[in-house]
């Protein structure tokens, strides 16, 4: 099994890198930039990035980026638009020279345009990163919402719809259970009923699942996670999730409200305590 967390990178990807296996993970997620906001990014330290790569080969470690929250690739405010496509260009250059197999991305948040319009929006904007980037080996994964607001993506019909004119080889799905939970399409008391993971096309796309509990109930449509077991998903919830033999060879990250990183490894061990 394939399970990690997400890990700091402020001293460096490579340090991240060390870290994972202290913890019980063998997979982690990283901010690609300041999740708070993108610019003064901190250029590339490509010898931390060489470092890592190898490390992450001889530890046996996937790792995938997910980017800053104020990227909105659904946004009508087109100096937001442009500023979150070249952010997400550069998030791909980022995870390729790290090794990393792909980058996360929110479904966008269209504001008081129609969600169809925002689901063309996105599209477009996939699609201009597509053709400006140079990364064809990191994939970008959208990732479901909780339909917060305005954000499409909260339903298996709109991420389809979002992610359907695309190669799987270059969009690809990130599914996280709280979001998912909270949107009100995936259950507690049977979650291998959501629909994605009976669909072939879902599932040639899912290469990254966010395993989150919930701090909201079912259908409250706010993005709130919850320690693993503590929350409305709770364990008997997670324990369908990760035992369900169709999910066996797709990599859990958790994104749970830890204190601090060693944290972690609780967490991690919880999650390995409820495999049959
Ligand atoms: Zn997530
Ligand atoms: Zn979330």
């Known amino acids: 099994m394939r399970i990690g967390c997400h890990l700091s ?8 890198v060390k870290v994972a296996p202290t913890l019980g993970a063998n997979a982690f997620q990283y901010f690609t930039k300041n999740p708070r906001g993108f610019r003064n990014a901190k250029p590339l330290d490509r010898l931390d990035a060489d470092r890592g790569r190898a490390l992450m080969q001889e530890l046996d470690i996937i790792a995938i980026g997910h980017t800053p929250y104020l990227i909105n690739l659904a946004t009508p405010d087109d100096g937001l638009y442009q500023t ?3 952010a997400l260009v550069q998030d791909l250059a980022i995870a390729e ?17 129609p ?11 996939l699609r201009t990163v597509l053709e400006e980037s140079h990364s064809p080996g990191v994939l970008i994964l959208v990732e479901n919402t909780a339909g917060q607001g ?14 359907d004119p695309f190669s799987p080889e270059e969009v690809g799905i990130c599914f996280d259970t709280q979001h998912a939970f909270a949107a009100g399409i995936l259950t ?6 959501f629909e994605g993971f009976s669909n072939p096309d879902f599932m040639g796309r899912l290469k990254a699942i966010h395993l989150n509990d919930s701090k ?7 993005d709130r996670h919850e320690l693993i077991g503590r929350g409305y998903l709770g364990g008997a919830g ?9 999910l066996r060879t797709i990599p859990f990250y958790l994104e749970t409200p830890v204190e601090q990183e060693r944290q972690y490894a609780e967490e991690i061990a919880a999650v390995k305590a409820l495999l049959a």
């Open 216 to 222: 909201v109930p079912f259908g409250a449509h706010k």
């Open 84 to 86: 979150s496509i070249q």
């Open 115 to 125: 969600r169809a319009w925002g689901i063309e929006r996105m599209q477009h904007a």
């Open 238 to 246: 997670i324990a369908a999730i990760v035992n369900d033999p169709r």
């Open 150 to 163: 305005s954000e499409i993506g909260s339903t298996f019909d709109e991420l389809m719809a979002i992610v």
């Open 188 to 193: 507690a008391d049977n979650p291998g009923a």
């Open 9 to 16: 990178v402020a001293k460096g990807f490579a340090a991240a």
């Open 97 to 113: 020279a790290r090794g990393t197999y792909g980058v996360v991305v929110h479904c966008g948040k269209p504001k008081d345009e």
